[in-house]
């Protein structure tokens, strides 16, 4: 993170809180199963299927199969060249939030899980770079391992606050988890339209800091 402006790591700590908040949403929802964490569920899928269980290593490799089909939405949505390929993104993805959120007044669960899961794929394609994904916003095991390293070189005489921005991105989904997991046993997946509304605001913002 640490060729990106203040903007853009303000903007990347907001939707890794948007991130947690979600896939809190969505374990509590599914019953153990993430909506964004795909290294769990990939672990959850080996589990369940040494120990037998069909049922739920299918329910975990559809929501896979949709996170990556959303990862693939995303990045055509935001294909390199497009002038308002942020918003277009944070458009499509407040767009599947209100979708969940709808599902759960309408008891259509498979809705809500299918636009969770393919949200939080269309969400990584915000910060893509030539048609990488750029920051993980959606999972945070590689800032940790950011900290790490950047700690290891503020000893050795580096930039002694390298690794600030890494672990800021850690602690916003953390505290977007706790959020999200507090809301859904309050009102359940209803609490997404909050997620949708942050999500629908920073589109705003994007087309008009064009």
């Not at 794929?121 to 915000?126: D, F, H």
């Amino acid at each position: 993170m640490m060729d990106y402006s203040h903007r853009q790591k303000a903007l990347a700590y907001v939707l890794a809180g948007i991130a947690g908040y979600v896939d809190a949403m969505g374990f509590r929802h599914l019953g153990g199963v993430f909506v964004s964490f795909m290294s769990g569920n990939t672990t959850r899928l080996g589990v369940d299927i040494a120990m037998g269980d069909w049922d739920k290593a299918g329910q975990v490799a559809s929501i896979i199969v949709l996170f990556v089909a959303g990862a693939a939405l995303g990045a055509w949505v935001g294909k390199d060249g497009r002038r308002d390929r942020r918003a277009a993104i944070l458009w499509t993805e407040a767009g599947l939030l209100a979708l969940a959120a709808v599902s759960d007044n309408l008891s259509l669960a498979i809705m809500g899980n299918i636009a969770m899961a393919l949200a939080m794929g269309v969400e990584n394609a915000v910060f893509q770079r030539n048609g990488s994904p750029g920051i993980g916003l959606t999972y945070v095991t590689g800032a940790l391992v950011k900290v790490g390293h950047r700690l290891a070189a503020a000893l050795e005489g580096g930039d002694k606050w390298g690794w600030v921005a890494s672990l800021l991105l850690w602690a916003s989904l953390c505290l977007g988890a706790i959020l999200g997991a507090v809301v859904y046993g309050m009102i359940g997946l209803t609490g997404l339209w909050a997620a949708c509304a942050i999500v629908a605001v920073l589109a705003v913002l994007a087309v008009l800091s064009r």
